[in-house]
Structures are given as structure tokens and as C-alpha cells.
């Protein structure tokens, strides 16, 4: 246990160490940080620098370069455009350089530029002085001071709203010291000018005091805020560090550093539930940690160093080397503290006993058990193993876990199984090829979901998936998400032919879920890849995917085709409407009729909204039966005879050119209706106009016009059993019967003598149904007699006919009255079967 503490240095009740993560793989020149703007992402991310950012000669422009954080280069570059005040990293990993006319230009993690923004045109002429890059809720913000000593704010890069912040009284040029502070949703700007102190708004600028820090300590030079925006530090010109709350209401303490000098950098090194928090000043030669307690660690500093916040230490990165100083976790100070008794102590004691094969473990393990503590002694190895970055610690620590719960009862081993597998994932990722020197701590608060994405972001694929299926992590969420990201990076390497990259996505993809090959081909698409989209789009299963893009790609037909194929006539409707809107009015039709579905479907469309379309669609198609048809339809809708006429004249004329000349006979037909109902009704007022024929003839006869009604007939050749019932329910229906009995007489009639004999006693004429009941044929005599309730001559009908079936039909309509007829027809009905 004595190695492991040999780096921890006191510092009140508590104690820090530094731990070295990496021996930098960069080889930088003599000068190594010096005259440089290095900028390193939080959470163990990637470095730039902007090597000698004055330089103006043409033929030597300053060099960008991208490292990993374990200095494997990433890319690098000559930088091009204007002189460079500040750069720093987003919440994604993405740099932004800000240069003095107030452009901010975004880079990706591999150089390649993206976009750009500027902080508002006055800065154009003043100039930036200074500026920083914070986050805040909201996402990376940007700050900057202008010559002309106003600040300007926008506190998220990707939804651009800039803030003038109000004029500082008394302020020439830049300010001795500031900085960009977030509390409660709101961005402010702390700085001192002299010896005064201010705090900027949007709407105020305020004086303010620290409490505590009175005038005899002298003006500050020099402030940080903490990684969680909690706490505040001051550096004054007579060496005094002042500390405490970062709303200026609470004193934590003032530390005399024994340095007039300003510091090159300043930042704050705690943790979450941190014992003694420290701020870490830095100047040419001195490392210097000043705890709130009034204590100080001093470390001799070689070679320019750059301070990098964490949420649980710092990263003190040099030319050579990159170690973590971080203040040590209770745990690990339990258990690792010389003559510790802490359970967890004990425990690891236990387990190296046992590995000796000495019986002072078993000793260990019963003052463990005696105490009741052997269940928290497992707890604090497996926490103090999640804080140490060595390997080799954390399997003696993780060993002892489980040893220890192996004698106990009940208890759970989840807590140990995911701290297994994280300190796994953790190690691999901590290693120099990936270049992530995460904490367990840091790793908790970054979730595993944003470490995938970082992975993803560099490019490490194959390690992602490895990682997602080792954790289990279900495939939506995790190997399904690195493919897709690795198709559309896929998609835009150009040494490799469409056909090589459509084949390699296809095998790597397969049918992954949740990877939509519609998205992959888009972003083919966007790098100008037509070609390559479209063959990816082969490999999407849902059309409804598919169709979106190929028409925003202009390739209608094949969008028509694949909507087609769908069977989904909302898609159909969907591509026909857009090519509708694209396409002059002979391509769409053209178009149109290589796809028959699609015609059918736009047709139906038409019919029940564009009328006039249709007409034109019927026309290009030389479609002369649907043309006619259409004009049927059409004729209806025209209120003038004269204008209906006309339409029902192209009628005729298209079923003519259809050859269908029984259509055509039927339009001229009734076109001569029209005229003559027109005439009658000029003639007559009889509102004929727009009805059938039968109609016609039957407003005639209740009209008494019978002239007119025999000229339709004869016009019409309407057929005579359709007449003489016209006639014959007219006649009923006006009660006259006089008529009726000569129309009867006028000659034989077509429809038979039953039918008059119906309609009598429809209108409850029995005297004049009986007239007719003589003429009414041998076979429907029965029933002639049965319906006007005469069933003795019905009798005799059936028996002068020996029919059994009528004679059963007749019995079936007797009553018990009629028992003398029923006799009768009984006898006769035996005979007929004897015969």
C-alpha cells in the first residue's frame, strides 16, 4: 500500500496526487507550447493548437494542428485566414476559432470546416480584443471584448442570438481580468478594472465587493470560476487569493501566495462531494495549489504547461507528458492511508493473506465480520477500484471485492458486474490509440450514450460495436446508431467506386435495425453522389423512404415506378401531385401513361376534382369512349339546353370516332328528348326538361296529352307492352275506366287481360275487374278469379283444368264456411290423380 500513497501530498484534512496519464506522442519543436493557442476539450478531449497565431508573412502562415489527448495528430494544417484571438472546443468537440474582425469559424474534430458566424458588424471596426468560449445550459456560448471596450455575448453557437452587454464606466481597452459566469438559467460577465469590480447584465452593469477582500489586498488580476459555476477565485497584485461563493455573497477563504506576479493560468481543482477544495495557479516555473484551508503543494514546472478543468481534477498537459491532479477520494484515502482500519483496508489485507496462504486472513475477515462491516468493506473496494486509473489497483481491489462476498449472504452482485464491465470499457478507452482519459466520475456524468458518440465521432467503429455489444446495449441505441454513422462517412470516401461502396454498406449494414438506408443515400446525395444514393435506396425496404428522396434527387420516373410498386395509392397520389408541379403538362401525361396504376389513380383524382384535366388527360390519350363519357357527365352539369345540346353533340361525335354506335344512337336520342320536352314546355308548361322518356310519357298521360305520348312512342318505337302499361296505369290512376274499357277493345292485348285485372283491384274496383276476367287466358284464369275473391269460379277454372296445383291453391284460400267447395274440390282433385 506504501507505493500507491507515495505521490499523495497533504493538503489540509485531505489529500491530492498526481497521476500521469500519458507520455505525449506529439513531437513538438524546441519551443513546444510556447507561443502557442492551445485549447483542450473537456472530459479528456482533443487538443488544438495554433501554433505562432501573429505570424503574417504569406509564405509562413500559422499552423493548425488537432491532437488526440494523448498527442496522436489528428490532422494539420496552414491556417489561411485572419489573425486568431481565441480558440476553444464545444460541448460536441468541435473548434472554434475566433478571429479579430469577430468571425467565429467551427471546425470538425478531423479539420474539416463547417460553418461560420459573426459577432455583430460594429466588431468589424473595433476589433476583438479578447474572447472566451463557455458553456452553458443552453450549449457553447461565445464572449468577446471589443476595442472599443463594450462585450458582446451569444450563449448558444447554434441558435445565433448575440447580447450587447451595457457600457462599463471607466473602462479604456480590455479589462485586467474577466470572465463569463452562468447562475439560474442566466450569463453574466464578472471583471475588474482597477480596483473596482463589476458584474454585466443584459440590462445593468453593477458594482460589486467580494466579501472580505478589502482595498489593502490590491486590485484583482486574476479570476476563475469552478467547473460547476459554484465557487469563485480572485488573484489580487499583492498575491492574495481570495475564494468563495460565485454570486459574491460568501467567503471561503484568502490565501497568501507569497507571488506579486500574475499566473499564467488559474483553475479550480474539486470534486463532487470534495473534502478540501483547491485552485491550481500556474506560473513559468512554479505549479502552485492553494486549498481554502490556507495550505499550498508547490510543483516545479520545466516546460510550458496548460491547465485543463475537469469536473473532478485538472490536466496539467506539457510537451512531454500529461498527468490528472485530482484531490484523492475518501475511499481510496480509507483504504489505502497507512494503518487504515477501515473495513475496505482489512478486506484487501484479507485477500492478500489468502493469496499468501497464510492464516492472517482469516484473522482479518473475523474482525471484519465481527464488526458487521463485511458487506461495506466489499462496497468500498468496489468504489475506490472505479477511482484509481492504474490496472493493476483496480484488480487487487476488485479481487478483494470479491473474495470478501463470497461469504456473505443475499448479497447482490450487480453493483460489482457493472463496475467489472465499466473499469473494462474504461481502460480501453483510456489507452493512447483512443486517446480518452476518463474518470469513472466523469464517465458517470457523460453517460455511456455520449462516450459511444465520441467513439463514433473519431471514427473508432469497430471499438464502438465491440463496446455496445459487451454491455449489452440494445441495438437501436447502440451498434445500429455506429453503423449508420459509419455508412455516411462511408459514403464519402472518394478513392472507392459506387458499386465497392454500396456492396461494403450492404454487407456491413445488413438489415440492422433501425438503420434506414434512406438516410445513408441522403447523405450520398449531399456529397454528390447521385448514383451511389440510388443504389442504396435499392436496399431500403419502405417505399415510403425511398420515394421523398428520389424525388428530391429529380428522379421522377423511378420515384413513380417505386410508388407504384408500393401499392400505397397515398404515395402514388403523393408523386403524381409533386410531378404535376415539376413537369409541363405533356411530360406528366406522357409520364403518366407508362404507368397505368398511377393514370387510374390520377384519373379517379381527377374526376372528383378537376374536371377539366380529365377532358385533356382523355384527349392526350386519344381516348374517344372516356372522352365521350366525360362529355355524357359534362351535359348534366350545363343549365342551358342549348349548351347541353352542344356537349351532348361531342358525344356522339367521340362515340362515332369509339366506333360504339349503339352510344352514339342513344346520345342523339336524347338530345331529340330534350328538344321535344323544350317544345312541350314552351308549349304546355310541363316541366318536362331533363327527364326519361318513361317519365315523360307519364307526365303526358296524367296530363291527358295522349296525341303527344302516341308521337313519342311511334318517335321512340318505345316497345307496345311498355306502352300499353303506361297507358294502363294512367287510365287507373284517373279512374277511367270508360277509356280503359275501349283501350281494351282497341285491339289484342300485348300485355294480357290479368294485368287489367290487377289494376282494378289495385284502385278497389271489383265491377270493373270482373269485365275482363272472360278475356283473361285458360292458364291464368285460377288466379284472374282468386284475385278478385271469386273462389267457386276458381274452382271451376282448376277443375275444368284438372289442375292439382291450382285446385291446391284455391283450397289453401277456403275457409271452414266453404266446406261445400272444399268437398268439391277434394273429389275432384282425387279423380284428376286416379285419371
Excluded at 503543494?297 to 496548460?306: A, G, N, R
Excluded at 401499392?567 to 415539376?582: A, F, I, S
Aim: aromatic share 8%.
Amino acid at each position: 500500500m506504501s507505493f500507491i500513497t507515495a505521490n499523495w501530498n497533504p493538503l489540509g484534512d485531505a489529500f491530492y496526487r498526481k497521476t500521469e496519464l500519458y507520455d505525449m506522442c506529439w513531437n513538438l519543436r524546441d519551443s513546444g507550447l510556447r507561443d502557442s493557442l492551445v485549447a483542450a476539450a473537456h472530459y479528456g478531449g482533443p487538443i488544438a493548437l495554433l501554433r505562432e497565431p501573429q505570424r503574417r508573412s504569406p509564405s509562413s502562415r500559422p499552423q493548425l494542428e488537432i491532437y488526440l489527448a494523448s498527442g496522436i495528430s489528428i490532422t494539420s494544417f496552414p491556417w489561411k485566414s485572419g489573425p486568431v484571438v481565441h480558440i476553444g472546443w464545444t460541448v460536441t468537440d468541435e473548434l472554434l476559432c475566433v478571429q479579430e474582425d469577430g468571425s467565429v469559424l467551427i471546425y470538425n474534430l478531423f479539420g474539416s470546416f463547417k460553418r461560420h458566424f459573426s459577432m455583430g458588424q460594429e466588431v468589424v471596426q473595433s476589433q476583438v480584443l479578447e474572447a472566451k468560449v463557455f458553456h452553458s445550459p443552453y450549449g457553447t456560448g461565445v464572449a468577446i471584448v471589443t476595442g472599443s471596450s463594450r462585450f458582446t455575448l451569444a450563449t448558444n453557437i447554434d441558435d445565433l442570438k448575440l447580447r450587447r452587454l451595457p457600457e462599463v464606466p471607466g473602462l479604456h481597452g480590455k479589462p485586467s481580468s474577466w470572465l463569463v459566469l452562468t447562475q439560474d438559467r442566466q450569463t453574466k460577465v464578472i471583471l475588474s478594472n482597477g480596483p473596482e469590480m463589476f458584474v454585466l447584465d443584459n440590462t445593468s452593469c453593477t458594482p460589486v465587493c467580494p466579501p472580505g477582500l478589502s482595498p489593502q489586498y490590491g486590485s484583482v488580476v486574476h479570476m476563475c470560476v469552478s467547473f460547476s459555476y459554484k465557487y469563485l477565485s480572485l488573484f489580487t497584485d499583492t498575491g492574495h487569493l481570495w475564494t468563495g461563493s460565485s454570486n459574491l455573497q460568501d467567503k471561503l477563504s484568502i490565501v497568501d501566495t507569497k507571488k506579486k506576479t500574475t499566473p499564467n493560468q488559474m483553475v479550480w481543482c474539486c470534486r463532487p462531494q470534495s473534502q478540501q477544495l483547491s485552485v491550481v495557479l500556474m506560473w513559468d516555473r512554479l505549479l502552485l495549489v492553494a486549498g481554502i484551508c490556507g495550505d499550498t503543494i508547490q510543483f516545479p514546472v520545466d516546460d510550458p504547461c496548460v491547465l485543463v478543468g475537469e469536473l473532478d481534477g485538472v490536466r496539467i498537459i506539457n510537451s512531454t507528458n500529461q498527468d490528472l491532479l485530482q484531490e484523492v477520494p475518501l475511499v481510496c484515502q480509507d483504504i489505502f492511508k497507512i494503518a487504515s482500519m477501515a473495513p475496505g483496508a482489512l478486506l484487501l489485507e484479507a485477500h492478500r493473506e489468502y493469496e499468501k496462504s497464510s492464516q492472517k486472513a482469516d484473522e482479518y475477515l473475523r474482525e471484519i465480520k465481527e464488526q458487521s462491516m463485511l458487506g461495506e468493506a466489499v462496497r468500498q473496494c468496489v468504489e475506490a477500484a472505479a477511482h484509481e486509473y492504474d490496472a493493476n489497483t483496480q484488480k487487487s481491489l476488485l479481487r478483494a471485492a470479491s473474495f470478501g462476498k463470497c461469504f456473505l449472504v443475499d448479497f447482490s452482485p450487480d453493483q460489482f458486474v457493472t463496475m467489472c464491465r465499466e473499469l473494462r470499457v474504461l481502460n480501453t478507452v483510456r489507452d493512447g490509440a483512443v486517446g480518452l482519459p476518463l474518470t469513472h466520475t466523469q464517465f458517470k456524468q457523460l453517460t455511456l450514450q455520449v462516450l459511444i458518440d465520441r467513439l463514433v465521432y473519431r471514427q473508432f467503429y469497430p471499438l464502438a460495436i465491440e463496446i455496445c455489444r459487451y454491455l449489452k446495449i440494445p441495438d437501436y441505441q447502440g451498434v445500429s446508431r455506429v453503423l449508420k454513422h459509419w455508412a455516411s462517412c462511408k459514403v464519402q470516401q472518394k478513392d472507392l467506386s459506387d458499386e465497392a461502396i454500396a456492396r461494403a454498406v450492404c454487407v456491413k449494414v445488413g438489415d440492422a435495425p433501425g438503420v434506414s438506408y434512406s438516410d445513408i443515400a441522403a447523405k450520398a446525395y449531399e456529397c454528390g453522389r447521385t448514383e451511389l444514393a440510388i443504389k442504396l435506396l435499392d436496399f431500403e425496404a419502405r417505399s415510403g423512404e425511398q420515394v421523398p428522396l428520389l424525388l428530391k434527387m429529380k428522379r421522377s420516373q423511378l420515384a413513380l415506378s417505386k410508388a407504384v410498386e408500393s401499392g400505397d395509392t397515398d404515395l402514388v397520389y403523393t408523386v403524381v401531385t409533386y410531378l404535376k408541379n415539376e413537369l409541363n403538362r405533356g411530360d406528366f401525361f406522357m409520364m403518366l401513361r407508362n404507368q397505368p396504376v398511377a393514370q387510374s389513380l390520377y384519373r379517379q383524382f381527377c374526376k372528383l376534382q378537376e374536371q377539366e384535366t380529365l377532358k385533356d388527360l382523355y384527349n392526350q390519350d386519344d381516348d374517344h369512349q372516356e372522352l365521350a363519357n366525360y362529355y355524357i357527365t359534362a351535359s348534366y352539369r350545363e343549365k342551358r339546353l342549348e349548351t347541353r345540346l352542344s356537349v351532348l353533340q361531342k358525344a356522339v361525335d367521340e362515340f362515332n370516332k369509339a366506333k360504339n354506335e349503339f352510344a352514339a344512337k342513344a346520345t342523339e336520342e336524347e338530345m331529340r328528348l330534350l328538344r321535344f320536352q323544350r317544345k312541350l314546355d314552351d308549349e304546355k308548361g310541363a316541366g318536362l326538361l331533363g327527364l326519361s322518356l318513361q317519365e315523360t310519357m307519364e307526365v303526358l298521360l296524367s296530363l291527358g296529352l295522349h296525341k303527344h305520348t302516341e308521337q313519342l312512342y311511334r318517335d321512340f318505337r318505345l316497345p307496345d307492352k311498355r306502352y300499353w302499361w303506361l297507358k294502363l296505369k294512367s287510365m287507373a290512376e284517373k279512374h277511367e275506366w270508360e277509356e280503359l274499357e275501349k283501350f281494351s277493345k282497341s285491339k289484342k292485348s300485348p300485355i294480357g287481360y290479368l294485368a287489367f285485372v290487377d289494376v282494378c283491384m289495385k284502385s278497389n274496383n271489383k265491377s270493373e275487374a270482373r269485365k275482363y276476367v272472360s278475356k283473361v287466358t285458360p292458364e291464368q284464369k285460377v288466379r284472374a278469379h282468386m284475385v278478385i275473391g271469386d273462389l267457386e269460379g276458381a274452382a271451376d277454372a282448376a277443375i275444368e283444368r284438372r289442375n292439382d296445383s291450382e285446385m291446391g291453391a284455391v283450397l289453401s284460400r277456403c275457409s271452414t264456411a266453404d266446406c261445400l267447395l272444399i268437398d268439391r274440390l277434394n273429389r275432384a282433385r282425387v279423380s284428376a290423380s286416379k285419371k
